[in-house]
């Protein structure tokens, strides 16, 4: 559950550091584009998300996932945060509004674990390799950030209309 050096993850996944940097290049390009300031160099380890997946399970019970996942995403991407540290994960989840007694408890137990796991199986059967991935459908697929006319394309074969 420790993680990994990220220069050694994202080698592995890529084939190189210099293609990882390429890449996140184009996603800071991007960011900076819509007012998201990604900090990639402030990243130094790749964390076990098995946790922070389960939090955000927890948040959808108590209405308030989009806020978790908001601030689990600026407190990686753009503070460079472990949140694959527990401390850190539960303050970031308690900032966004998720009850820390609650997620303190979630965190000392098995519950959540099954979501995920079914999630996984599903990630695995539509070979979700990147994100974001979309399924329309439940047999449209879309890998990556796309234009808009992907979308448009994939309703199209689904049988809808613009």
Same mark, same amino acid.
């Given at each position: 559950?420790?993680? $990994?050096?990220?220069?050694?993850?994202?080698?592995?996944?890529?084939? *190189?550091?210099?293609?990882?940097? @390429?890449?996140?290049?184009?996603?800071?390009?991007?960011?900076?584009?819509?007012? $998201?300031?990604?900090?990639?160099?402030?990243? !130094?380890?790749?964390?076990?998300?098995?946790?922070?997946?389960?939090?955000?399970?927890?948040?959808?019970?108590? *209405?308030?996932?989009?806020?978790?996942?908001?601030?689990?995403?600026?407190?990686?991407?753009?503070?460079?945060?472990?949140?694959?540290?527990? @401390?850190?994960?539960?303050?970031?989840?308690?900032?966004?509004?998720?009850?820390? !007694? @609650?997620?303190?408890?979630?965190?000392?137990?098995?519950?959540?674990?099954?979501?995920?796991?079914?999630?996984?199986?599903?990630?695995?059967?539509?070979?979700?390799?990147?994100?974001?991935?979309?399924?329309?459908?439940?047999?449209?697929?879309? *890998?990556?950030?796309?234009?808009?006319?992907?979308?448009?394309?994939?309703?199209? @074969?689904?049988?809808? *209309?613009?």
């Amino acid at each position: 559950m420790e993680g $990994i050096n990220r220069r050694e993850y994202r080698t592995r996944k890529f084939g *190189s550091w210099e293609r990882s940097l @390429q890449l996140e290049d184009r996603v800071i390009a991007v960011g900076e584009s819509e007012g $998201i300031h990604f900090t990639f160099d402030r990243i !130094e380890r790749t964390p076990n998300t098995v946790d922070a997946h389960r939090l955000i399970w927890l948040a959808d019970k108590h *209405s308030v996932q989009d806020a978790v996942v908001e601030a689990l995403f600026r407190a990686y991407f753009t503070e460079g945060r472990d949140i694959g540290n527990r @401390q850190t994960l539960i303050d970031v989840v308690a900032e966004a509004g998720l009850d820390r !007694e @609650q997620a303190e408890a979630l965190l000392n137990c098995d519950d959540g674990l099954e979501a995920i796991k079914e999630a996984n199986d599903l990630a695995q059967r539509f070979r979700v390799d990147g994100v974001p991935f979309f399924i329309a459908n439940n047999k449209v697929t879309l *890998s990556g950030a796309q234009p808009q006319d992907a979308f448009l394309d994939a309703f199209r @074969q689904m049988g809808g *209309s613009e």
